[in-house]
């Protein structure tokens, strides 16, 4: 039995209200995420440029930068992503289905009857 003659598919499809994240909360990501790449921006212009400025400086205006440019993308993506008359819903299985070529059958049925005897013995001994 090969890796693609088996398909894990789900099944009996239903769509579920994705939770939405503060606005405040895709701020605070974005910014530090921005300063990241702000940090980077520096190294790089440190590393490039001919400035008047000493290299700790340009890391300070550098990070300042970023944090900027990245608060206000977080801050402009979670006014999108908020807004009231989104609704942002995800079709997620409400149970998984095993698919194989009749003539596997019997080896994925031991597979997953193994698997099973596995997990419940993993929970047993858990308790």
């Avoid at 994240?21 to 190294?43: D, E, M, N, Q």
Wanted: proline letters at 3%; a neutral charge; charged letters at 15%.
């Amino acid at each position: 039995m090969g890796r693609h003659s088996l398909a894990i598919v789900g099944a009996e499809l239903v769509l579920t209200e994705r939770p939405r994240t503060s606005t405040a909360r895709l701020a605070a990501k974005s910014a530090s995420t921005g300063l990241g790449l702000g940090l980077l921006a520096a190294v790089f212009v440190t590393l490039v440029a001919d400035t008047n400025l000493s290299g700790l400086a340009v890391m300070l205006w550098g990070l300042v930068y970023g944090v900027l440019v990245g608060a206000l993308v977080g801050l402009f993506r979670g006014l999108v992503h908020n807004r009231p008359d989104a609704v942002f819903t995800d079709p997620l299985p409400s149970r998984y289905e095993v698919r194989c070529a009749a003539a596997d059958a019997s080896v994925a049925r031991a597979l997953l009857d193994q698997q099973t005897n596995l997990s419940t013995t993993t929970l047993t001994d858990a308790a």
